[in-house]
């Protein structure tokens, strides 16, 4: 079974400081990677997508995947009290032109002003 | 520009009662569709995902059932709801060939 796991916190900064959120992945043969945020009884929101090893800058968002450790995540600079809710990996295992995405279970982040 | 839109919102419904709920996605042709369980506690669960008007695979062994009558249109539907089919339903669309998912609002639904 494919399986995507996230430390489910909570992950508990300081206004200001370096969020940093990860993610494993068990499916060698994904290819696309995705970081959503979810507020509280809202729906997920995508903030980051990822498709190549290294890292990818966003604001003050960065995505890193290295898919030979099968591992991804999610730094959020200058962390903010907005930045409070659940970040959700997600990693495409679907196949040709079904992108099937399989969540983890999310990492609950507060940032404390 | 895109928009997608559930409804209803929030939903409370005896058990063994049906259910009907829809999702439609505005600015784009021939979206991929798709609907999510996110149970209390649990992670998002894939339950259908429709490629193209008619075009259903389902994913999860359930009393649930999906439709797409029209191209930007998805339906989630049951005879009889369980208590176990309460949680928060999440219509999501991506461009055909697209990885990226985008999810509707959501409709919180209570079986009682």
């Known amino acids: 079974q494919k399986e995507v796991e996230q430390n489910s916190g909570p992950l508990s900064v300081p206004e200001g400081a370096i969020a940093s959120l990860n993610c494993t992945y068990s499916?060698?043969?994904?290819?696309?990677f995705f970081w959503y945020r979810q507020y509280s009884g809202k729906s997920p929101e995508l903030i980051m997508s990822i498709y190549s090893n290294g890292d990818k800058e966003d604001g003050r968002f960065t995505a890193q995947l290295n898919k030979a450790s099968q591992y991804v995540s999610l730094l959020i600079r200058d962390s903010q009290p907005s930045d409070s809710a659940t970040h959700l990996c997600a990693v495409n295992t679907g196949g040709g032109s079904n992108y099937k995405l399989t969540f983890g279970k999310g990492t609950l982040l507060t940032v404390n002003p | 520009s895109q928009t997608i839109h559930q409804w209803p919102a929030t939903l409370v419904q005896p058990v063994g009662s049906p259910l009907s709920l829809e999702c439609t996605v505005e600015?784009?042709?021939?979206?991929?569709l798709y609907w999510y369980r996110q149970a209390a506690g649990r992670g998002l669960q894939l339950l259908f995902y429709s490629v193209g008007i008619g075009q259903i695979s389902s994913e999860v062994p359930q009393n649930l059932s999906a439709s797409r009558p029209q191209d930007r249109q998805f339906i989630l539907s049951s005879k009889k709801l369980l208590l176990s089919d309460s949680g928060f339903y999440l219509c999501?669309?991506?461009?055909?060939?697209?990885?990226?998912?985008?999810f509707g609002p959501g409709t919180r639904l209570t079986v009682l």
């Open positions: 999501a669309w991506s461009r055909t060939g697209g990885s990226e998912q985008f």
């Open positions: 600015g784009t042709s021939n979206p991929n």
């Open positions: 499916d060698r043969g994904s290819q696309s």
